[in-house]
Nanobody, 123 residues
Framework: QVEVVESGGGSVEAGGSLKLSCIVS????????LAWFRQVPGKEREGVAS????????AYADSVRGRFTISQDTAKNIAYLQMTSLNPEDTAMYYC????????????????WGRGTQVTVSS
């Protein structure tokens, strides 16, 4: 059974940085997708970034491109989301998700989710 567990959230001031981690266990495929999403109360879950396992191809939402970087430590089965130049609009619960197929920045494609880690950015 595949499980993902997020960590690394916290509170930072605008302009600061945080690095989120997603520990993946039970995933035995050599391909597939790891992705980060975020959600604020009352709004839909938003795709932030995705990483294609095997090729290393990445994709980003327009709102974070150039500020966030998704990566994977294959040996440790950990996916990271490095976030820089944070602003209050980045405040949200951040979720890691996994799927065995292609990457999409749409939450409906994913069935494996972590419980999330909260990121709060103050102005």
């Amino acid at each position: 059974q595949v499980e993902v567990v997020e960590s690394g959230g916290g509170s930072v001031e605008a302009g600061g940085s945080l690095k989120l981690s997603c520990i993946v266990s039970g995933y035995t495929y050599s391909s597939g997708c790891l992705a980060w999403f975020r959600q604020v109360p009352g709004k839909e879950r938003e795709g932030v970034a995705s990483f294609t396992i095997g090729t290393g191809s990445t994709a980003y939402a327009d709102s974070v491109r150039g500020r966030f970087t998704i990566s994977q430590d294959t040996a440790k089965n950990i996916a990271y989301l490095q976030m820089t130049s944070l602003n209050p609009e980045d405040t949200a619960m951040y979720y890691c998700a996994a799927r065995a197929g292609s990457c999409y920045l749409a939450s409906d494609w994913y069935t494996i989710w972590g419980r999330g880690t909260q990121v709060t950015v103050s102005s």
